[in-house]
Nanobody
Framework: QVQLVESGGGLVQAGGSLRLACAASGNTFRINAMGWYRQAPGKQRELVTFVTIGGTTNYADSVKGRFTISRDNAKNTMYLQMNSLKPEDTAVYYC?????????WGQGTQVTVSS
């Protein structure tokens, strides 16, 4: 079993930046790819980006050039640097494996971008 805890969310003005962190504990050695997901009010949860254990990354078109995913395997921590934030980035952000495992979802961290 793996436990995932997200942190770093908050309220920021459009154009601002935030850095999210995802701390993993438990049987993390079995994890290959990790991803960030988000769920905006009234919408389905969507994949934002993922990174493989080898460092290969992939981004949703809506965040390309603005968000950067990284992982520190030694610390079992993954990060999401979010720059040039837009109001449409407002959502609860979650981390999970990629593809996601249903029982790994945590509480998420709220990101609110004001216009």
């Amino acid at each position: 079993q793996v436990q995932l805890v997200e942190s770093g969310g908050g309220l920021v003005q459009a154009g601002g930046s935030l850095r999210l962190a995802c701390a993993a504990s438990g049987n993390t050695f079995r994890i290959n790819a990790m991803g960030w997901y988000r769920q905006a009010p009234g919408k389905q949860r969507e994949l934002v980006t993922f990174v493989t254990i080898g460092g290969t990354t992939n981004y949703a078109d809506s965040v390309k050039g603005r968000f950067t995913i990284s992982r520190d395997n030694a610390k079992n921590t993954m990060y999401l640097q979010m720059n040039s934030l837009k109001p449409e980035d407002t959502a609860v952000y979650y981390c999970n494996t990629y593809p996601p495992k249903p029982n790994y979802w945590g509480q998420g961290t709220q990101v609110t971008v004001s216009s």
